[in-house]
């Protein structure tokens, strides 16, 4: 203990630096919310009750101003030096944090955490959850009305996609920052309802949620059409070295150069703008001139 208390004292000394270098402007909140998850620093901006946030995982990209924000790291590689240098009163998280040390130190000095209530990976439960955290910030009426814009978008996407069916199958190749490998997201993923909604299916299964990358792996699976998330995409930088990645070049997707750039904060958890997230993929899976 007596050395979590020596890294406290010197993580208050310090002033976290945001993404561009911007110095925390909010050292003298009294409420000082670090939240550690993508989906729910989503809600919040959309909210409007982001007043107290003063830090965030650096995984969470979208709206474009909490870029603004000092990042307390990888949300699964995280350091209690960093968090402890934003003077949190209290934690969000989602239960998608670690390493498991940094959470015990978390414990251990008694930081105040919340955890939103887990609900089905589907709308009605992103419904749920938006009016959980309304609740809790006080913000009733923007989460009814982010809701009820939700619900709609999500009745047209529905609608126009009874005339596809799912006859465009998909890989979806997401970089994974904390193991530095390229990954896989399989037919149970969240990626793969939005692809349904979109009127696509997963060109992957898979017992979980993401699969390591093989060539063996594309191959068989040969996509129509290929997203890869932005940072994995952003590393390699251009479409010709997507397509020098093992195994896949000799796929549809390649050689129709149906590859595109996909925000990762899109495709791995619901939130209010799903509707028009899925509404996208539709395009980029059944309008090639759109997608261009």
Not at 45 to 69: C, H, M, R, W
């Amino acid at each position: 203990m007596k050395h979590l208390i020596g890294i406290f004292i010197a993580s208050s000394l310090l002033l976290s630096c945001g993404r561009f270098g911007k110095k925390d402007e909010k050292q003298e909140q009294s409420e000082r919310i670090v939240c550690i998850s993508k989906q729910y620093n989503e809600i919040i901006y959309a909210l409007g009750a982001e007043e107290d946030i003063v830090a965030a995982d650096i995984s969470s990209t979208y709206p474009p101003q909490i870029k603004e924000l000092p990042t307390v790291g990888y949300h699964r590689a995280l350091s209690t030096e960093g968090i402890l240098a934003a003077k949190p009163t209290l934690i969000l998280h989602d239960n998608n944090i670690g390493p498991e040390h940094v959470v015990q130190q978390i414990t251990a000095l008694k930081i105040p955490t919340k955890v939103f209530g887990k609900y089905n990976g589907d709308i009605r439960g992103t419904d749920s959850l938006i009016r959980e955290m309304g609740a809790y910030f006080h913000k009733e009426r923007a989460a009814d009305s982010l809701c009820a814009i939700l619900d709609k978008d999500m009745e047209q996407v529905l609608e126009k996609a009874k005339q596809y069916g799912d006859t465009q199958r998909v890989l979806v190749i997401h970089y994974g920052r904390a193991s530095n490998v390229y990954l896989i997201m399989t037919a149970k993923s969240t990626a793969a309802r939005m692809l349904a909604w979109a009127g696509g299916r997963m060109a992957v299964d898979g017992a979980r949620g993401m699969k390591q990358m093989s060539p063996e792996v594309i191959a068989a699976s040969d996509p129509d059409v290929i997203l890869l998330t932005d940072f994995g995409y952003d590393r390699l930088g251009s479409l010709e070295k997507v397509k020098a990645l093992p195994g896949i070049a000799g796929t549809k997707a390649a050689t129709n150069n149906r590859i595109y750039r996909v925000e990762e904060h899109d495709l791995v958890y619901m939130g209010p703008r799903t509707g028009k997230v899925a509404a996208r993929l539709q395009k980029l899976l059944h309008d090639e001139t759109a997608a261009k």
